[in-house]
């Protein structure tokens, strides 16, 4: 089936790389229109939810995190999206005086850029790790490492981080949302 895995992982890596520079450089969402900013949000959610499905069939015991990641990623982004839409802003637009990790991940195109890169570059070796380990780095007795497995334990940490990104996300656009409902309900009462 997978002939050359190296050759499509020396591929991969730049369209990964190019992905995640298009992110770091839409910091600034004043040219971007909701439809795009929409259909952006949508098309990265919908391609790492299928990779999620398909490394879930290639490491059955980790199909639980996979599916959770899934689900946690697809609702931080939707609700954070819907709360700034409600509310007229574009989805990077962040309160200064806000959560500050948030505001760090929004605001720097370099952290943008480390986190939204390794954290593909996370998912796309552990893709990759299922055929091969790729070049051999380390070759010790029964033991044998190579580049994606080297890539995958430097990755792991961004991974988590960006996790932990998606449910601040989640938390603080439910905040973001209770507020506008406090708000509504007020306007409403006095009428």
């Not at 290639?58 to 959770?68: A, S």
């Not at 007229?88 to 500050?100: D, F, M, V």
């Not at 986190?115 to 780095?137: D, I, K, P, Q, R």
């Not at 981080?161 to 409403?188: C, P, V």
Request: charged fraction near 20%.
């Amino acid at each position: 089936m997978v002939k050359n895995v190296d050759r499509q992982a020396c591929a991969l890596l730049p369209v990964v790389m190019v992905h995640a520079r298009s992110k770091s450089l839409k910091l600034n969402d004043d040219d971007c229109t909701k439809f795009g900013a929409m259909f952006d949000i949508l098309t990265d959610r919908c391609s790492t939810m299928c990779l999620c499905f398909i490394l879930a069939m290639f490491y059955p015991k980790w199909r639980l995190f996979f599916q959770l990641w899934a689900a946690i990623d697809v609702a931080s982004h939707w609700l954070h999206l819907h709360v700034a839409t409600m509310k007229g802003e574009a989805h990077k637009t962040i309160n200064l005086s806000g959560n500050p990790v948030l505001r760090l991940y929004y605001t720097s195109g370099k952290v943008l850029f480390i986190m939204c890169a390794g954290n593909e570059l996370w998912f796309s070796v552990l893709y990759m790790l299922h055929f091969t380990e790729g070049s051999s780095l380390i070759d010790v007795d029964n033991y044998a490492a190579g580049l994606f497995r080297a890539i995958l334990y430097l990755t792991t940490p961004i991974m988590i981080g960006k996790q932990n990104i998606s449910f601040i996300h989640l938390y603080t656009a439910s905040l973001n949302m209770a507020a506008i409902d406090e708000d509504e309900r007020a306007k409403a009462k006095l009428k």
